[in-house]
């Protein structure tokens, strides 16, 4: 290393489990290296493609490092380069003429573009709550999950990362991981060669399928079916482990008396697999010791997600595998860092001073836009303000949603540090910093360590972070309370409770103090200690079955005979690095997976360039026949900006507005159309 070099501990910002911890190397005020830290144990000094080349995307020449107006019409992406000064007065005297009728038209819209906790919800949650604007109800993603582990567990909590490498038997369970959970893959394959089986359930038979040694191609949405016939044979062949449901388990008799109406035969129509497959996965899983179940996101975004996850949920606690550290079950470990996380004190929602204003819900994001106000709804929309996400690209139902955003009656801000699809329909664009240009601290879904992100290098043009671009309105807004002042790194030593701040920054992470196997004598976070079957308010976990499916729409199915899902790309994350041309090129053009036997019937053949609709929309892209689709399911790699597609639109053009069972999620995989081949140009 160059004698004028210095490295600094960073954090992956990424809405991804891994959190991976990085090592930024700085020359002459320059990034020239970012690399996994060698010693953070889950990182292993590996980065993914995708972050890997994250200098690349700092650096990229289309950034946006200046405030820029709009002079095209929404949707257009025209706009000219104004100061500071001009953007954030503008902002500021709209939102207090909105704010002087009725602060719910405002509403905030944002997600994990950037994991952070301040550069998250910080500064700008200090700001809304002062504001008294409308509450968004962040449900993008894993609120049916959520909500699940929380009725089943009492919380978002599960085992710990690293003991699945010790496992025996490891059912990879909705979760494609060399794409997304690339750091857990890494241990499964350790258990691998020390003897694991690997079982993967996924409609779409992905990367990590192919090295599994057994796959589960099941038609999406009925795991549900699939958990409660794995417990039918439990309970037939006595698999059960009687002391610790005795002891740890409340509502068992209401459950297996669910699961003996769930032979594997009625299960197998359910779910179109083999009666067979289901019944080895039994055994496997009922007579192998300890065996780990990493359930991922992608199989709760239908519409009985929630009761899914429950089931899925229960089955470490049947056979008792929580009594070792490497057997149980890992959604999510983000509830470890309840404790730890001094979430009120970050984002202040005592500045509501007793307000109460409404929700909207970020899944229902088109709807919301198109509404008149009233009814119940509230005040119409008349300002959104957008960070960390990309919605006109990722919402579902984009027709409606890219309709609302091109109300020309609503205001629109938006921080970004692209132009995206949803800048494009901005009124007002801020430029916000990437993760090289500011600080941040950062917990995880996938593991139990806090990670620092110090800035590597200073902000570049006149990019600045999203808490300074808050700390700035607010005082814009005539808004004087102190904590409107505090810079970054008060927020910092404000976000946490019980973490060494010198061991963080000395380090570049800590690790939290938790048990090796939680769950081993019960204690899990419900008020009686025990997995709950039925949970107030929600009822015995049940078999939900998709909205748009044969049985509960068979007229709709007539028409739309084809299931589609759409599962993260693996050199995306989410619509992040779609303009990341080296990441872009491998992932070539909007594809769509179908399988030969549904394509040949409609003259589809590889490479050809299809439509694929329903009632919502219709969008187009290039077919590719395989047998990564199962019969009766095509699959549309995700998520495209709009502008990147074939015609300005994305796999979103068709999925559904409609909710999940529990959570109030969106229902991106639960969706029905018909794909036809294009005439040839
Ligand atoms: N490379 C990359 N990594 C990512 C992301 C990304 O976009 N790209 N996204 C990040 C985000 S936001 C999240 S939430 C996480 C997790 O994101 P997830 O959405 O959980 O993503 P995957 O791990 O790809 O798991 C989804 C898998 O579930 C399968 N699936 C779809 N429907 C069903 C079903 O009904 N049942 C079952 N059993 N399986 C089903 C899909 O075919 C896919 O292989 O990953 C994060 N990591
Ligand atoms: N069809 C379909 N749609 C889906 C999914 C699917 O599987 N299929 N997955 C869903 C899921 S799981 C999720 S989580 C959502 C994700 O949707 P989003 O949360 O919107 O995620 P991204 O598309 O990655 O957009 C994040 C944006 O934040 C910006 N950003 C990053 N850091 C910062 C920062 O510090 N400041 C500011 N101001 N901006 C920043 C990035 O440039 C990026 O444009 O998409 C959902 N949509
Ligand atoms: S996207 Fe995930 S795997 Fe890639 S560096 Fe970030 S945390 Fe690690
Ligand atoms: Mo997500």
Partial sequence: MNAAARTVHAACPHDCPDTCAMRVTVEGGRVVRIAGDPEHPSTAGALCTKVSRYAERTYHPERLLHPLKRVGRKGEGRFERISWDEALDAVAVRLKAIAARDAQAIVPYSYAGTMGLLQGESMAARFWHRLGASRLERTICSSAGGEALAATYGGKVGMHLRFFAQSKLIVVWGSNSIASNLHFWTLAQQAKRDGAKLWCIDPRRTETADKCHRHLALRPGTDGALALALMHELVVHGWIDRDYVARHVEGFDALRERALQWPPARAAAVCGVPADDIRELARDYGTTKPAAIRLNYGMQRVAGGGNAVRLVALLPCLVGAWRDAAGGLLLSSSGWFAPHRDDAALQRPDLLGGR??????????????????????????????????????????????????????????????????????????????????????????????????????????????????????????????????????????????????????????????????????????????????????????????????????????????????????????????????????????????????????????????????????????????????????????????????????????????????????????????????????
């Fill in 356 to 681: 109460r204003p409404r929700t909207v819900n970020m899944a229902t994001i088109g709807d919301a836009l198109l509404h008149p106000g009233g009814g119940g709804f509230g005040p119409r929309i008349d300002a959104l303000v957008v960070y960390n996400s990309n919605p006109v690209a990722i919402a579902p139902e984009s027709p409606k949603v890219a309709a609302g955003f091109a109300r020309d009656d609503l205001l629109t801000v938006v921080l970004e540090q692209f132009a995206t699809d949803t800048v494009d329909h901005a009124d007002i664009v801020l430029p916000a910093t990437t993760q090289l240009e500011h600080l941040d601290v950062h917990t995880s879904y996938g593991h139990t360590d806090v990670l620092i992100n110090e800035p590597a290098i200073a902000p570049l043009g006149e990019a600045k972070p999203n808490t300074q671009i808050f700390r700035e309105l607010a005082a814009r807004m005539g808004y004087d309370e102190p904590c409107f002042a505090d810079d970054d790194e008060a927020l910092l030593r404000q976000a946490l409770r019980g973490v060494d701040l010198r061991e963080l920054r000395g380090r570049g992470w800590v690790a939290l103090p938790l048990p090796d196997a939680p769950f081993a004598d019960g204690g899990f976070l419900t008020p009686s200690g025990k997995a709950r079957v039925d949970a107030p308010g929600v009822g015995v976990a049940d078999v939900v079955p998709n909205h748009e499916c044969a049985e509960s729409a068979p007229a709709l199915a007539a028409r739309y005979p084809l299931a589609m899902i759409s599962p993260p790309a693996r050199h995306f994350l989410n619509s992040t690095f779609v303009n990341v041309r080296s990441l872009r090129s491998v992932e070539g053009e909007p594809r769509l997976e179908i399988h030969p036997d549904d394509a040949t019937p409609r003259g589809i053949a590889s490479g050809m360039r299809v439509r694929v609709f329903n009632d919502r929309g219709r969008y187009r892209c290039t077919a590719e026949v395989s047998t990564r689709a199962r019969p009766g399911v095509v699959n549309a790699l995700g998520i495209w900006w709009r502008k990147f597609g074939v015609d300005g639109t994305n796999v979103n053009e068709v999925t559904s507005q409609r909710l999940t069972d529990l959570g109030r999620a969106p229902t991106f995989y639960d969706c029905l159309v018909e794909v036809q081949a294009e005439p040839a140009a």
